[in-house]
């Protein structure tokens, strides 16, 4: 997960999780849901284990707010 | 009688035909007639109540008395308008503690509407977010 972004405080790279590293702009067939453009419930379930919940504590300047 | 009484209400219908005309033409314009009237009245003589700290103290009233209305100062054109305030990501962290979050886009090859285009796009978006400067925020 990249946290560092300048923009905000911090970001959840959602591309980086569910690409399919063969096939960098396609859904890694495990989290396809067939359509090609929802991810499948184990796409989901990667998508917020990817989330670190350390943003949403009560000092998020321990991210990237406390570079600038 | 009833053909007297007819005839004498066309008479005088003939003879109030050209105040019933102009009355209609009156009540055609006047909506248009009063509203320029009511802007050039705005803009000459628009008047407001003093914005900010009065250049005088208001006048003490005699005691036992209401307070002294302020005279409202004279203006020849309208307010003017409030300072423009540049909302940006930085600036709504000073108004209000937020910590502001940004998620990439998935990967939709495949997908029905799929194009190189709008690949590129989301390319450049994420690339956006992930490394945007802060003052584009």
């Known amino acids: 997960m990249d946290t560092t972004s300048a923009a905000y405080d911090g970001v959840i790279d959602f591309d980086a999780v569910t690409r399919d590293p063969a096939q960098p702009t396609r859904f890694l067939p495990l989290y396809d849901s067939g359509d090609h453009l929802h991810p499948s419930d184990a796409g989901y ?18 991210t990237q707010a406390a570079s600038r | 009688m009833i053909g007297a009484d007819w005839l004498a ?13 102009v009355a ?10 009063a509203q320029q009237a009511g802007a050039e009245r705005w803009v000459g003589t628009w008047t407001t109540a003093p914005v900010g700290r009065p250049q005088n103290p208001p006048m003490p009233a005699p005691p036992g008395r209401p307070p002294i209305p302020q005279t409202p100062q004279r203006q020849s054109g309208p307010p003017a308008p409030a300072p423009f305030l540049h909302v940006n990501n930085q600036t709504l962290r000073q108004i209000v503690r937020v910590s502001i979050g940004g998620a990439t886009l998935t990967p939709f090859e495949g997908a029905a509407y799929f194009t190189t285009v709008g ?3 989301r390319q450049a978006v994420n690339q956006w977010i992930r490394r945007a400067p802060p003052t584009t925020g």
């Open chain 1, 45 to 62: 379930r990667a998508m917020a284990d990817a989330i670190d919940l350390a943003l949403f504590s009560s000092r998020p300047a321990t």
């Open chain 2, 9 to 21: 209400r066309a008479r005088l219908a003939s003879k109030c035909l050209p105040a019933i005309v």
């Open chain 2, 24 to 33: 209609a033409t009156l009540l055609a314009v006047y909506p248009t007639l």
């Open chain 2, 119 to 121: 690949e590129g796009k």
